[in-house]
């Protein structure tokens, strides 16, 4: 006897079989149940995840001679012949290869004749978007009032490409890609009915490949179990799919977290001694970056092992969010432009260095402190390139250049008035700190310190507030700020600013309304006078008066702007 393949032996059979699709199998069923039968139903959604199995489903419960239900005996000639494809009354048609209007002709002349031998006749039409215009011309008329005995069945990978009179004569269901744990789970019953051994990382891997088919999915198990001799072990799978050791991925998440150039440069060379394939590793760490971007948001990992948990969680407690979302946007982008480097080698290293030149300063809590690992170079005063002109050498250029060449005397207009600039404030910090501050010195503070990113949007929106405490720096947040907050984030600050004040500091924030305005609402109430003293000195300018007078302009509303430097 021939061998079957996963994909054809393992498809669903009834509806309770189906993996992933309730949404579309509850309208179904009840429908069947309460003999509430459309005449045409339309199957969307991408390769491999239930299109034309529904439909088939859907054709034996129509025809089973125990009568029209949601559950098919299974038993019967009727439902025997659906699933073995041989059911005279279940028409298959593959629209891509009949495209033309005559296929689609010669397929309605028989709409009118009854059903041989089922209770329907069931037309199915996979792809149906492939069909000319002229075709879906014809088959407009019978799928709007076909007989009683008929159900069109469609199925199609792009609905965008069905004409609208067609889409609005049928029932749409929109199937979903599969999700990885739903794959995997399959994947795992399957292997363990066929008794095969099995590694539960290497179905990991084997679901993320099948990309939310499950077609592709149970395709990607046989060759698993082929190249593996009968088993399916992740070493094998990893080296089919070519994907990349997690080892590798650990190596450069462990020297991204030490800022070690030279070992992310040796992960480089193993990769390509052994496996090459440069946009793999760029995928892989970005799934990692991923993981430990949930773990920071409190996600629990249950499908990742307990190994594999604590190397992320330890990687979320080292990194800030700010450096992790970096990395992966990095990443992602890094993968991007990978066919437009020189060669894919250079085009990972460049993006893993980019990693490194690009992380923040605080994002990196390391025993050495934030530039443990950096050496610092400090630049030297670069020597002027031409040599300076003094102010009587530029009198004596300009002068001859005067005679030469008289400037005519002209009535010039009256200097329009200058507008306001928005002056920035002076930034100072007393060697002796006194707490709180008032809100202007909080803000030269904060400029003084740089602190920059989410901290320094933290610190923006908190106000200082007077506690009886010794050594405790109160800040106050609104309620509408409290998405700036938590607990790593004060713990960053409290180091940070201890550093900047040199002495140890406990820093608190109270949730609350704030008796001193915050840096940030200073900064929009300096932004709005500027813009306001702006408007003013426009407004009562002689010459934009004159202007008015004379040609009855008008100045346009949002056009003026403070001058800042």
């Not at 659906?82 to 048609?93: N, S, W």
């Not at 890609?177 to 794959?183: A, G, H, N, P, V």
């Not at 400090?378 to 004596?396: E, H, M």
């Not at 010195?441 to 610190?459: F, N, R, V």
Request: glycine share 6%; net charge negative; aromatic share 4%.
């Amino acid at each position: 006897m021939s061998y079957e393949v996963l994909a054809r032996k393992w498809r669903p059979r009834t509806f309770e079989d189906l993996v992933g699709q309730s949404h579309v199998v509850r309208p179904l069923v009840n429908a069947l149940d309460n003999q509430r039968l459309h005449h045409a139903f339309l199957f969307t959604g991408t390769r491999g995840v239930g299109k034309t199995t529904i439909a088939r489903i859907l054709a034996k419960s129509l025809n089973c001679e125990q009568g029209v239900s949601s559950h098919p005996c299974g038993e019967c000639a009727a439902c025997q012949e659906v699933d073995t494809g041989r059911f005279v009354d279940l028409i298959e048609v593959d629209a891509a290869s009949r495209t033309k209007v005559d296929d689609t002709r010669e397929l309605l002349d028989n709409v009118q004749y009854a059903p041989t031998r089922g209770r329907y006749k069931v037309y199915l039409i996979d792809e149906v978007h492939m069909l000319s215009g002229h075709s879906f011309n014809a088959l407009l008329k019978t799928l709007e009032e076909p007989p009683p005995h008929v159900k069109f069945l469609l199925a199609t990978t792009d609905p965008q490409k069905l004409p609208v009179t067609i889409l609005s004569r049928c029932l749409q269901f929109s199937l979903k890609r599969l999700d990885i744990e739903q794959i995997r789970s399959q994947l795992e019953k399957v292997l363990q009915a066929e008794g095969i051994h099995f590694e539960m990382p290497a179905l990991e891997l084997l679901a993320r490949g099948a990309d939310g088919s499950m077609r592709d999915g149970l395709s990607l198990l046989d060759q698993a179990i082929a190249f593996g001799d009968g088993q399916v072990d992740e070493a094998p799978v990893r080296e089919m799919l070519g994907t990349i050791d997690q080892g590798v991925i650990e190596r450069l998440l462990s020297a991204l977290g030490r800022n070690d150039a030279a070992s992310i440069m040796a992960a480089v060379t193993d990769v390509a001694e052994h496996n090459g394939n440069y946009a793999s590793v760029l995928d892989s760490l970005a799934l990692s970056l991923h993981q430990v971007a949930l773990i920071q948001a409190g996600v629990q990992l249950t499908e990742l092992t307990n190994a594999d948990t604590a190397m992320l969680t330890d990687y979320a407690e080292s990194m800030s969010p700010e450096l992790i979302q970096l990395l992966y946007q990095i990443a992602i982008h890094g993968k991007r432009d990978l066919s437009l480097a020189p060669d894919p080698r250079s085009g990972l290293e460049m993006t893993l260095l980019r990693m490194l030149a690009f992380r923040p300063a605080n994002s990196i809590a390391t025993e050495g402190g934030v530039d443990g690992g950096i050496d610092k170079v400090t630049a030297k005063p670069v020597a002027p390139a031409v040599p300076a002109v003094t102010s009587a050498q530029q009198g004596a250029m300009s002068e001859p250049a005067q005679a030469a060449m008289p400037v005519p005397q002209e009535s010039k207009p009256e200097p329009a008035q200058a507008i306001p600039e928005a002056t920035a404030p002076v930034i100072s910090v007393p060697d002796e700190i006194t707490w709180p501050p008032d809100s202007e010195a909080w803000a030269q503070w904060l400029d003084a310190w740089s602190i920059g990113g989410l901290l320094g949007q933290l610190l923006a929106n908190a106000a200082p507030e007077a506690t009886e405490e010794e050594g405790v720096f109160q800040l106050v947040l609104s309620e509408q700020s409290t998405h700036l907050y938590n607990k790593e984030r004060e713990k960053e600050l409290n180091t940070l600013l201890t550093e900047k004040v040199g002495r140890p500091i406990t820093l608190a924030f109270r949730i609350g309304a704030a008796v001193t305005e915050t840096p940030a609402q200073r900064q929009m109430r300096m932004n709005d006078e500027a813009q306001l003293a702006a408007n003013a000195a426009i407004e009562s300018d002689p010459n934009v008066k004159a202007l008015q007078d004379t040609f009855d302009a008008q100045l346009k509303p949002g056009s003026i702007r403070p001058r800042t430097h």
